[in-house]
């Protein structure tokens, strides 16, 4: 890890775990959230996201689930994220439709990014501990 990133990281010390299987659109959040001072572990493969999610048990306080992955894997990584991490929040990510997009704290349009991403992530910020759901 960099001097730089080290910096970033203690800004929020917030750990975010990033999937989805669009790889540009999660190589642009990666970015976008690694800049602004978060620690951000992203990933296009289930299987190593669900071991990410329980060898890593209580480290990742945000789950991000990319637009593409199917319904059955968001549920999954929620259910698993938040039996584990129960403070934890989820950001889902839709596109075109806001149809099964339960489970998130957050739900945001993809087309949106990423304004809406980083505005969300000040407002958790300044909720940190709060139930409050956030929708863009």
Same mark, same amino acid.
């Given at each position: ?6 910096? $970033? ?15 540009? $659109?999660? !190589?642009?959040? &990666? !970015?976008?959230?690694?800049?602004? +001072? ?12 669900? #071991?990410?999610?329980?060898? @890593?048990? +209580? ?11 199917? =319904?059955?894997?968001? !549920?999954?990584?929620? !259910? *698993?994220?938040?039996?584990? #991490? ?9 596109? &075109? ?13 993809? $087309?949106?990014?990423?304004? @809406?991403? *980083? ?7 300044? #909720?940190? +501990?709060? +139930?409050? =759901?956030?929708?863009?």
């Amino acid at each position: 890890m960099t001097g730089t990133r080290d910096l $970033q990281t203690a800004s929020t010390g917030r750990r975010i775990l990033s999937f989805g299987y669009a790889k540009p $659109q999660l !190589r642009e959040k &990666h !970015r976008a959230l690694s800049d602004t +001072g978060f620690d951000v572990t992203s990933i296009s493969n289930f299987r190593q996201a669900n #071991q990410l999610i329980v060898s @890593n048990a +209580g480290a990742f306080e945000i789950l991000m689930i990319g637009a593409t992955v199917p =319904e059955r894997e968001r !549920r999954a990584l929620s !259910r *698993l994220f938040r039996r584990l #991490q129960p403070g934890g929040k989820v950001v889902v990510f839709y596109r &075109h439709s806001i149809a099964n997009v339960e489970g998130g704290t957050v739900v945001l349009s993809e $087309q949106r990014f990423p304004e @809406n991403l *980083l505005e969300s992530m000040k407002t958790l910020e300044r #909720q940190q +501990g709060r +139930g409050t =759901e956030i929708s863009s």
